[in-house]
Each structure stands twice: as C-alpha cells, then as structure tokens.
C-alpha cells in the first residue's frame, strides 16, 4: 500500500515511511515560504535547511498527536513550521548578539585587563615548559602557531593519532598541575 490524499495521516501515524515521503513531496513548498518569511534576516541557508529538517522530523515525531483531516492537517504542520522558524531565529540571534558582544569586550580592555592576560599567557607557557619536549613542541605550534594536526605531524615525522593522543595526554597533564594547586600559589 502506498500513501495517498486519502490515507497520508493514518500511514504517517502509523510511521510508515512512505508516508513521510509524501508529506514532503506535498508541504515542502509551504514550509520553505514559511521558514524563508522567517529566517531569510539571517541570510544563512545552512540554517534554513536545519531548520527544515528539523520542521519534518517533528512532524514525523508528533504525528500521533494530530487530530482532523487533510485542511486540519496543513494548518497543524504550519503552526509547527512557524514556530520552529521563530526558535531557530531567537537562537542564532542569540549566538549573533554573543559574537558582537565577545568582540567589544576585547577590544575595550583596560590596561590592567591587559596585564592580567599577558601574566596568564606568561604562567601558561611556564606550564607548558615542564612538559616533555615532544609535547611542548605540539602544544606551541598547535596552540600559538595554530597549525593543524597534519602539518604537526609532517613536521615531526609523528602520526597524526600519536599528535592527538600526546595533546590529550598534555592537556591532563595541565590540568592536573593547575588543579592541585592552592590559590596565590605560583604555578611553576
């Protein structure tokens, strides 16, 4: 049996797949006019797409919950479209707002800010020099050269597991000096 205008809701109640097929075959258009009306200010289709997913995965997830017919049922997967839409914007607006925020804290530091940054990147390099040499070679070109994993290894004739591992193995060993350490106490 194949999923029709008459028998769509049953079968997607039922999760049957075809059914879901269908539903896309038939609403897309309308969840694309919706979710577009709504996120087209962030001019980023990589959300949109998510976003629409996510609209017929909720449909498929709540299907069992939808009570009517046909004219009911593109009403119900237009109130979900609408809302999931307003969700998706309020949060990448909320991501947006933290990237401008992050930004004028930066660049409005005080002097003193500035000290303590240069002070905390002084007693991080301190720490880094108790590592193995190995390690402390990774950690300088990963994390204040910025290379990546593959040229690290290139550049040391590693594999790019035994870069990863001697990193995690590092960052523990970091970890574990700076945590046991008592406040005011000098890290080095």
């Known amino acids: 049996m194949k999923s029709t205008d008459r028998n769509f809701i049953k079968r997607l109640q039922h999760q049957e797949e075809d059914a879901l097929e269908f539903v896309v075959d038939i609403y897309l258009p309308i969840i694309k006019g919706i979710t577009y009306k709504v996120l087209i200010p962030l001019k980023n289709e990589g959300v949109i797409e998510e976003c629409i997913n996510d609209i017929f995965l909720s449909i498929w997830n709540n299907s069992k919950k939808f009570n009517g017919d ?22 990448a607006s909320k991501e947006m707002e933290f990237s401008s925020d992050y ?6 530091l005080s002097a003193e800010d500035e000290l303590i940054m240069l002070e905390d990147r002084t007693e991080l390099i301190q720490l880094i020099n108790q590592l193995e040499p190995v390690e402390r070679e990774i950690f300088i070109m990963k994390f204040f050269l910025g290379l990546k994993t593959e040229e690290i290894s290139r550049k040391l004739g590693l594999t790019k597991a035994s870069i990863d591992n001697r990193v995690y193995r590092g960052k523990k060993k970091l970890t574990k000096k700076v945590t046991t350490l008592e406040l005011g106490e000098s890290r080095v």
């Open 70 to 91: 046909s004219t009911d049922f593109r009403k119900w997967i237009s109130a979900i479209a609408k809302f999931k839409a307003i969700d998706y914007y309020r949060k």
């Open 103 to 108: 930004m004028d804290l930066n660049a409005d």
